[in-house]
Structures are given as C-alpha cells and as structure tokens.
Nanobody
Framework: QVELVESGGGLVQAGGSLRLSCVAS????????MGWYRQAPGKQRELVAE???????NYASTIAGRFTISRDNAKNTMYLQMSSLKPEDTAVYYC????????????WGQGTQVTVSS
C-alpha cells in the first residue's frame, strides 16, 4: 500500500514563500523518483520538479530557480520550497511517485491548494 500525504499549502501574497511537504508510506520512497506536479483551474497537470533517491533533480523551465525540491530519506519525506511566488503559481500541488525520473507518475497524493494573491 502506497500513500502520499501532502501538507503546507495555503494562501500567500505575491513575492512570498511556502514550503510543501510530502510524507510517503511504503517502499516507493526508496525507489524511482518522487516529484511535485500542479494543476491550475482549466489547465492540465504539469511537472513542477522531481528528485531521485540519490538527489538527481529535474525542474520545469517555468520555475526558473524559484523553487527547490529536496528530500529526507530517513524520514521518507520530500519538500518543495517555493519562493518569489506569482499569481500564476496558484494551483493544486500533488506529490507523486514515478518509476524513473522523467516518467509519468504511478502514484499521486490528494493534493494541496496553493493560492497566490496579487
């Protein structure tokens, strides 16, 4: 049984920061790639960032250095530090687990809402 539980979403003003967390249960955290995807209203889900156990990373070009993905393997926890937030970052953010970096995720969390006001 794999479970991904996100936390840390909320409302923030443009230019502010938030940190999302995802706790993973099961052995999925030790294999493949963990990641963050997001879905804004009326848009498709898109990759934000992903990270492997050995901390290889892949970021969406739209993030442009504003977000940092990290993980604590001892705690089965992954993080997304978001800075310089923009209204267009408003979306539901999902914690994901994929078999390999760059592959479409197999497992998804329930999502956490991030709203950036202008």
């Amino acid at each position: 049984q794999v479970e991904l539980v996100e936390s840390g979403g909320g409302l923030v003003q443009a230019g502010g920061s938030l940190r999302l967390s995802c706790v993973a249960s099961g052995s999925i955290f030790s294999r493949g790639a963990m990641g963050w995807y997001r879905q804004a209203p009326g848009k498709q889900r898109e990759l934000v960032a992903e990270i492997t156990r050995d901390r290889s990373t892949n970021y969406a070009s739209t993030i442009a250095g504003r977000f940092t993905i990290s993980r604590d393997n001892a705690k089965n926890t992954m993080y997304l530090q978001m800075s310089s937030l923009k209204p267009e970052d408003t979306a539901v953010y999902y914690c994901t687990a994929a078999q390999r970096l760059g592959w479409w995720p197999v497992y998804w969390g329930q999502g956490t809402q991030v709203t950036v006001s202008s």
